[in-house]
């Protein structure tokens, strides 16, 4: 199992620029997170999903869309990038018994210039 | 809403000495509590975790942890460091009703040989 991945590993964008990161979790998880990790604040969760095609916002949604058309993808979009988006982007997994333990991805580390 | 809160941003000890990394946190309702660790330029890895009955939870790698409901504390605790302990450490909470996880700001920890 490669348990949650995510691509790309990291990206550098111009300010106006878009993009999408992409999370897959192959532990058949109901729920997945997307958080942004800045120095001093810890994570942050930006949006999640209960399951295939629902999402929700979380503590620091704007600027960010999401989507969840497979139950084990969870894309996450910047239609514009700003220079407050500079962050590493970490997707998460949980489900079954133990919905409270989530699982994480390696990380994607965003520059926008 | 829930919060954590990690007093210390660095923690330094000589590797053999016990470690305590400190968490504090507020939350309605009965907590669930969780560790993570992240070493550099990776994703976070479950420690442990308290979701009911005792006090002092074990978890991966010799840490463990105690539940203190009247000081709302969940400090993390090893024995002995070792210089491979050296790493970035959340505390985490979430209500026993939620999957949603809030973090504190992390501990950097440091043993020095």
């Known amino acids: 199992n490669a348990g949650v991945t995510q691509t790309p590993k990291f990206r550098v964008l111009k300010t106006g620029q878009s993009m999408t990161l992409l999370c897959a979790q192959d532990?058949?998880?109901?729920?997945m997170y997307w958080y942004r990790q800045d120095p001093g604040m810890g994570l942050r969760l930006i949006h999640y999903?209960?399951?295939?095609?629902?999402?929700a916002k979380g503590e620091v949604p704007d600027g960010y869309n999401v989507s969840r058309l497979k139950k084990q993808n969870f894309l996450l979009g910047l239609e514009s990038a700003a220079p407050s988006q500079t962050s590493v982007y970490f997707c998460a997994s949980s489900g079954g018994l133990n919905f409270y333990e989530q699982y994480f991805g390696p990380g994607t580390r965003l520059t926008v210039t | 809403a829930q919060s954590v809160a990690q007093p210390e941003d660095q923690v330094n000890v000589a590797e053999g000495n016990p470690l305590t990394v400190k968490c504090t946190y507020s939350v309605s309702g009965n907590p669930y509590l969780f560790w993570y660790v992240q070493y550099p330029n990776r994703g976070l890895q479950f420690l442990l975790k308290?979701?009911?009955?005792?006090?002092l939870v074990k978890g991966s790698y010799g840490f463990e942890a105690e539940f203190n409901k009247s000081q709302t504390s969940f400090h993390l605790k090893k024995p002995s460091a070792l210089v491979s302990d050296s790493a970035l450490y959340f505390c985490a909470v979430s209500p026993s009703n939620d999957y949603k996880l809030s973090f504190g700001a992390g501990t950097t920890v440091t043993v020095r040989a």
């Open positions: 532990m058949n998880h109901e729920y």
């Open positions: 999903s209960v399951g295939e095609g629902t999402t």
């Open positions: 308290y979701i009911t009955g005792d006090n």
